[in-house]
């Protein structure tokens, strides 16, 4: 996809995720900075937000665009590249591997006290891959220096898109056996829905209460590893976020942000 199309996907994005601001009525306020400081207050914390990595769903797209092929989103018409059943829950490529593998001189640099991941297949891996550092070389080798929990609220707008829905956990735990899956208390994907997308409404709320999770946790400085469409719900309808915040995250693309909850006036 040219940087132009990027350009107007992201400005049509952002205004379909001020739908998703799930914060009125809320007595407080989620606010998203840049980190230009080491300051480091009680009410905040810090965060580093990932999109995950090259997918084969998005080189399936991209090799139909080559081809001058068209379809239309969110259809279950067999032109749509993104209902094909051989990429439900999508892996990462072999150039996406290689994404993640070179955000390690970056992330090993991070005080991370936490990883949490969409429980979907490309983003647990890019986390995986990205933090490699704070992954034991095998099993037998004992657990991961911090925890890497799996959180459904994170993962991305789901809904007719095969690639967006998720396998079994019970396959998961196979594939990536570092991965605390706890607080996933079902085995079969819940959310997914054949017959429609899910709303910027529906994402903003669960975000929100990803949020308010986030915000009783102990740590201070956590990773989260997700995807283009909920991210750009974070940053444009869910939380105030400061003006460089706001575009499209790019694949891979990496943000340390600081989040501060305040009590509305």
């Known amino acids: 996809m040219c940087d132009t199309v990027k350009v107007r996907k992201s400005a049509k994005e ?3 995720c001020r739908a998703g601001n799930a914060l009125i009525g809320s007595p407080l306020v989620t606010i998203l900075e840049a980190i230009n400081s080491n300051s480091s207050l009680r009410s905040s914390l810090r965060s580093s937000a990932r999109r995950k990595t090259l997918g084969f769903h998005n080189l399936l797209a991209d090799s139909y665009r080559s081809e001058g092929k068209t379809w239309t989103q969110y259809t279950t018409h067999p032109s749509n590249p993104y209902v094909k059943p051989e990429i439900t829950d ?6 996406g591997r290689l994404q993640a593998t070179s955000l390690q001189p970056l992330t090993s640099t991070l005080p991370i006290d936490l990883v949490v991941v969409s429980p979907q297949n490309r983003a647990t891996h890019t986390a995986l891959l990205a933090f490699s550092h704070l992954i034991p070389s095998t099993i037998s080798s004992g657990k991961p220096l911090v925890p890497f929990l799996a959180y459904e609220g994170v993962r991305e707008e789901t809904g007719v898109h095969v690639c967006d829905m998720r396998r079994s956990i019970t396959e998961a735990k196979k594939e990536f056996p570092y991965i605390d899956y706890s607080l996933i208390k079902s085995d079969l994907d819940p959310m997914f829905m054949t ?3 899910e709303t910027k409404e529906e994402i ?7 949020l308010m999770w986030l915000k009783e946790r102990e740590e201070q400085n956590v990773a989260v590893a997700s995807h283009s469409g909920w991210l750009m ?4 309808g869910v939380v105030l976020s400061t003006e460089e915040l706001l575009p499209w995250f790019q694949t891979g693309e990496l943000r ?3 989040l501060e909850w305040r009590v509305k006036n």
Not at 90 to 95: D, I
Not at 233 to 236: A, E
């Open 195 to 197: 017959d429609r997308r």
């Open 256 to 258: 340390s942000v600081k």
């Open 204 to 210: 903003g709320g669960r975000i929100y209460d990803f």
């Open 90 to 95: 999508a892996p990462l490529t072999h150039k």
């Open 14 to 16: 952002r205004a379909k």
């Open 233 to 236: 719900t974070v940053f444009n």
